[in-house]
């Protein structure tokens, strides 16, 4: 049993991970939770304890230096962090899942190591998509990557970049063309800020939760790189950004699951908190009203727990398969909103006082139906998946970018 009523299966080992990981949320994480969000300083103390607990990396193959986790391990892990500070469970999330599972996925040896050194030693990789005109049709992205001589050349702008400066290691996506001119497709290059000239951060969002990261936009001028930088070539329209969208489903996984968190740690509060208040002389949990909204809590949460745990098993040996991503992050995503509102409801006024975590979690949760997918968009692909259709969204079928091969 879990709390609300889900059954875990899992192994000995897991449970373990999974005991050690809360441990660490219930303290030193916990403690830190609510300064993080209002300092809005990105928690570089909590990034050491997960790294001395060895928890940054998990999933990254051990010949080169990570655990060779499973995506439920991760899973497990952020779940725990995020019931106590969603930022830190977002940093498990991108330590573990994204960036660096395309790039142990899809890299060179150099790439794989370089990447997976700056992970290990604390790094956040970025991950760069979206841009100002172009948000849920990622496929219009305008930024682009010139072959001149043996460089390419990007130039664009990329915003609501998480992470954009404090992480080092950037997975940039651009649409790469020829020494002609040609569009060869979309490409992902790794850059790292400070060592790579023409990679500007010129604006850091205000954002409404998850405060202790930064989202930025970032600037491509004149930025060059080796070729040694491609991480995800183009092969052909496409196919560069058919990789992307694979290792994407972890990073989707990974979101569901911190607002899985959130919604969990909001509901055991609430929990101990019927019992505690009383009104009208007894525990307010002795009210049908009050009963039947932790009823339904219990529920949302352990349906999505399924899953989120489902999605992530579907992916051992590659990354989750993408319906079974995309249902999750969008139940979840949905429901933790929910959850977090309900619990705050149970705390009548102290719910929505700054000395409690239940508006900072209200903040938080918010942004799980946005980031990595937007919920409406993530429908459009469970409808493609169950009708076994293509469902282009552009007017003419297609777009005007690039069609498909
Ligand atoms: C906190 C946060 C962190 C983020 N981190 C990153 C990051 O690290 N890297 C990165 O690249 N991006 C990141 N993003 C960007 C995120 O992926 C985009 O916000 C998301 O893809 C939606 O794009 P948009 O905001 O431009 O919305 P739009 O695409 O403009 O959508 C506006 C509305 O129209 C709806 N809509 C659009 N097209 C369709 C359609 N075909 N069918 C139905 N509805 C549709 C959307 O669902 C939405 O409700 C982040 C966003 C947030 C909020």
Not at 56 to 74: E, F, K, N, V, Y
Not at 209 to 223: K, N, Q, S, T, Y
Not at 391 to 404: A, E, M, N, V, Y
Request: overall charge neutral; glycine content about 12%; some cysteine.
């Amino acid at each position: 049993m879990n709390g609300f009523g889900g059954m875990d299966d899992l192994t000995k080992d897991q449970l373990a991970l999974r005991a050690r990981a809360r441990e660490l949320a219930a303290g030193p994480v916990a403690a830190r939770a609510a300064e993080v969000d209002r300092t809005e300083q990105y928690p570089w103390d909590n990034v050491a304890l997960l790294k001395d607990a060895g928890l940054l990396g998990m999933t990254i193959p051990t010949r080169h230096g990570g655990q060779g986790r499973s995506w439920l391990d991760a899973v497990l892990v952020i779940e725990a962090l995020s019931a106590a500070c969603s930022v830190t469970g977002r940093i498990a999330v991108e330590t573990n899942m994204g960036a660096i599972s395309a790039v142990m996925a899809y890299g060179s040896e150099e790439q794989k190591k370089l990447a997976a050194d700056m992970v290990l030693a604390g790094d956040k990789p970025a991950i760069c998509i979206t841009e100002p005109e172009a948000g849920s049709d990622a496929s219009g992205m305008t930024t682009r990557a010139d072959r001149r001589g043996n460089r390419f050349v990007l130039n664009g702008r990329k915003h609501w970049i998480t992470g954009g400066g404090v992480s080092r290691l950037h997975l940039i996506f651009a649409k790469v063309f020829d020494e002609q001119g040609n569009e060869e497709g979309v490409g992902g290059f790794l850059a790292i800020r400070d060592e790579t000239p023409g990679l500007k951060i010129t604006k850091r969002e205000p954002t409404m939760g998850l405060r202790g990261i930064p989202e930025a936009v970032i600037d491509f001028e004149e930025m060059e790189l080796a070729p040694s930088a491609l991480v995800i070539p183009p092969r052909g329209l496409r196919k560069g950004f058919a990789d992307l969208m694979n290792a994407y489903n972890s990073q989707r996984v990974g979101a569901a699951t911190v607002a899985l968190g959130i919604a969990e740690g909001a509901y055991r509060l609430a929990l101990d908190w019927s019992e505690e208040r009383h009104q009208f002389g007894r525990p307010i949990n002795e009210f049908q009203g009050l009963q039947w909204k932790l009823a339904d809590m219990s529920i949302r949460l352990a349906a999505a727990q399924s899953l989120v745990y489902k999605a992530a098993r579907s992916g051992e040996g590659g990354f989750p398969d993408m319906l079974m991503a995309a249902q999750a992050k969008i139940f979840t995503s949905e429901n933790a909103i929910q959850v977090v509102n309900d619990a705050l409801q149970c705390f009548g006024a102290r719910g929505y006082s700054r000395e409690l975590p239940l508006e900072r979690m209200a903040r938080d949760v918010r942004m799980f139906t946005i980031g990595g997918g937007t919920a409406e968009v993530l429908r459009n692909v469970v409808a493609g998946a169950i009708l076994g259709k293509k469902l282009p969204q552009t007017r003419d079928g297609w777009g005007t970018r690039s069609k498909p091969a």
